[in-house]
């Protein structure tokens, strides 16, 4: 099973609509990060969450991280096209290795 | 300041041939770390080295594949013998101390015929 979950899978919205991303684990996130990957190409960092509570924002994107720091939700306000990508949750877990969530694919029709 | 470099981009191997793939981390960056994404799924760990050191390497198969960062010049995966499986898209990152922002390079494409 997936040590992080994203939902939803896919996501399909119009242009000027807001939306959400969740990245969820059962356990403890030290350090939870946000990154976004176009279509066949490496990953570009947006944001690094560390503290319960937590709350960042750039630009039209802000991501949050839960008190209890299992659960972390990115918010996009007015999407765009240039919005559309793939979005990755990753976390340190326990201390350990680095892990990904399996990604939400986004798209944002003109 | 260059960011993460890979290279080649896309590296063509006939099956049983060895691959070799290499990063060069960002300018003050001393930990690199390797994955691997198969088409349509998520990004997988692989290995984390620090210059000369292995320091983790549980994401890698145990067989065929090996990873060195030298005191001089890039990180190298190898990839022995290689099957169709080993198809995929092959990512480097690298950070300045352990445990902090990965930056990641554009990755490696590999197509095994």
């Known amino acids: 099973s997936q040590e992080l979950e994203q939902s939803p899978q896919s996501l399909i919205v119009q242009e000027g609509k807001n939306l959400t991303i969740n990245c969820t684990s059962s356990?403890?996130?030290?350090?939870l990060y946000w990154y976004k990957q176009k279509y066949g190409e490496g990953l570009i960092f947006l944001m690094m969450?560390?503290?319960?509570?937590e709350e960042k924002s750039h630009e039209k994107i802000t991501a949050k991280l839960d008190e209890k720091k299992q659960q972390s939700s990115l918010h996009i306000t007015a999407s765009q096209p240039s919005h559309a990508g793939i979005y990755l949750c990753?976390?340190?877990?326990?201390?350990?290795?680095?892990?990904f969530g399996p990604g939400t694919r986004l798209s944002v029709l003109p | 300041n260059a960011g993460v470099m890979q290279n080649p981009r896309h590296l063509v191997r006939r099956r049983g041939q060895e691959a070799r793939l290499r990063c060069s981390p960002m300018?003050?960056?001393?930990?690199v770390y390797w994955y691997r994404q198969l088409p349509e799924e998520g990004l997988k760990f692989m290995v984390y080295?620090?210059?000369?050191?292995?320091?983790?390497e549980s994401g890698m198969p145990k067989e065929r594949f090996s990873a060195e960062f030298p005191k001089e010049g890039p990180s190298i995966l190898r990839i022995q013998q290689v099957v169709r499986g080993d198809s995929a898209a092959y990512f480097c990152?690298?950070?300045?101390?352990?445990?902090?922002?990965?930056?990641f390079g554009a990755g490696t494409r590999l197509s095994v015929l």
């Open positions: 080295l620090q210059k000369e050191n292995i320091i983790d």
């Open positions: 990152a690298s950070s300045p101390p352990a445990k902090n922002i990965q930056y």
């Open positions: 356990k403890t996130l030290y350090g």
């Open positions: 969450l560390q503290k319960g509570g």
């Open positions: 300018k003050g960056h001393s930990h």
């Open positions: 990753g976390a340190d877990i326990n201390g350990q290795n680095f892990v």
